[in-house]
């Protein structure tokens, strides 16, 4: 076979659908979110990012940064080996400790990523609760997916954010298999919110555990950023809530956090967390600092809402399509891979403003979108730059404001 023509010719069916993805050379500036360097092919300028995960502007956060440096300076760059071999910090198991206490659990276990939190988890609990079910969202996120799959459990798909469809499925499974029902509470492509209420009801009624992915939500939700559950009052219907240190918290890494047996148990077969190097301990400091800044501050969430408010109201008042949803997650409808990446192309080159275009697969095919994530740092001048640009490029590639 030949390889290279092979891989060639797959990704110039990629080009020509408009899905081939173009990674923009970003230098993020300490202490200037959501200012960045890009590093075009005339060379190196300023753009403003709409597009950053980093939510709340965490990882620029003085604090932050001040325990990542001492930290550095205190235990040096790496872990040193798997947790259980070298690898276990002081930094972790404060971590840990103050993650557990976030979300009203006994305990909590870190992970690399929120992508591993999911599939180890899931793919521990499916594979070694015998005759497991697992009971999914037809929506949830690929880690949950290819961890689940993994497990080789059954799998049981109910409608997106569906009681009734839930209900239905969780009653044509046997009651004496052990059911686990995974779902995530902020789904990050539509910005909607699971009925988590309706669905720990039901988890209840047919005996189910509750996994809930909070990934989009921990630090942006609930009194001290414990998520939508916290904002809720749920925390404790759930059995396990992951989430992830990279989006509110700004660093990076997963965790979950459940009972002390769940965490251990996860713990003690879970090959993704067995045999992977862990968290540099500066990672862990600087986490820590964001999670105990988040649970003490409501200025960076009730900023972000507030620019959410601002932004979705600037686009209205241009006629410029975006789903609306209770979250900080603000689609901008395009419909169409190919337009959708020429308005982020024209962004970038005319306006000097960085929104990655979001095409199939991470989002159905005839809803390809710009999706435009407002942050407490995003300056009433931004917006105006954004939705201006926005509406300029919007006639000129022929697609229609509303009146
Ligand atoms: N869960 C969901 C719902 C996500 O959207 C993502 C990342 N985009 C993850 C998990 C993975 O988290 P991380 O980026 O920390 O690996």
């Not at 930094?91 to 557990?100: K, M, N, P, S, T």
């Not at 697992?134 to 290819?146: C, F, G, K, R, Y």
């Not at 409608?159 to 509470?185: C, G, T, V, Y």
Request: charged fraction near 20%; aromatic fraction near 8%; charge should be negative.
């Amino acid at each position: 076979m030949d390889y290279e023509m092979f891989f060639r010719q797959e990704l110039d069916g990629l080009h020509k659908e408009g899905r081939y993805r173009v990674f923009a050379d970003l230098e993020r500036k300490a202490g200037q979110f959501p200012r960045a360097t890009f590093h075009g092919t005339e060379g190196p300028r300023d753009v403003t990012v709409w597009c950053s995960n980093d939510y709340l502007g965490m990882g620029q956060n003085p604090d932050v940064l001040a325990a990542m440096h001492g930290a550095i300076d205190g235990c040096g760059a790496g872990a040193g080996g798997t947790r259980n071999i070298s690898g276990t910090n002081h930094y972790h198991v404060l971590l840990e400790r103050e993650l557990a206490e976030l979300h009203g659990k006994e305990a909590a276990l870190l992970f690399n990523s929120g992508y591993m939190s999911n599939w180890a988890s899931l793919s521990t609990l499916a594979s070694r609760i015998p005759g497991c079910v697992v009971v999914t969202d037809a929506l949830n996120h690929a880690s949950m997916i290819e961890g689940i799959r993994h497990s080789r459990a059954d799998k049981v798909v109910f409608a997106h954010n569906d009681p009734d469809d839930l209900r239905r499925k969780l009653q044509a499974i046997d009651p004496r298999r052990p059911k686990l029902l995974a779902f995530e509470s902020v789904y990050s492509m539509d910005g909607d919110i699971a009925p988590i209420a309706a669905f720990c009801d039901l988890a209840e009624e047919f005996g189910a555990m509750t996994y809930i992915d909070e990934v989009h939500a921990v630090g942006l939700y609930g009194p001290r950023g414990g998520g939508v559950t916290e904002r809720e009052g749920l925390s404790h219907r759930l059995d396990v809530i992951e989430g992830t240190l990279a989006k509110g918290f700004g660093i990076m890494g997963g965790y979950i956090a459940a009972s002390a047996a769940t965490c251990d148990f996860i713990r003690s077969f879970a090959s993704g967390f067995i045999f992977s190097t862990s968290l540099p301990p500066a990672l862990a400091a600087g986490a820590l600092a964001s999670v105990r800044h988040l649970k003490a501050s409501q200025t960076e969430r009730a900023g972000q809402q507030d620019r959410v408010a601002a932004v979705r109201a600037r686009l209205d008042a241009a006629g410029i399509p975006h789903m609306p949803n209770p979250s900080h997650i603000v689609p901008v409808m395009v419909g169409d891979p190919v337009l959708c990446k020429r308005i982020s192309d024209e962004l970038l080159e005319r306006f000097d403003i960085y929104v990655q275009p979001i095409n199939y697969p991470t989002v159905p095919r005839g809803t390809e979108r710009l999706r435009i994530t407002p942050s407490p740092l995003h300056a009433d001048a931004d917006i105006e730059a954004l939705v201006g640009a926005l509406a300029a490029i919007w006639g000129q590639v022929g697609l229609r404001r509303a009146a």
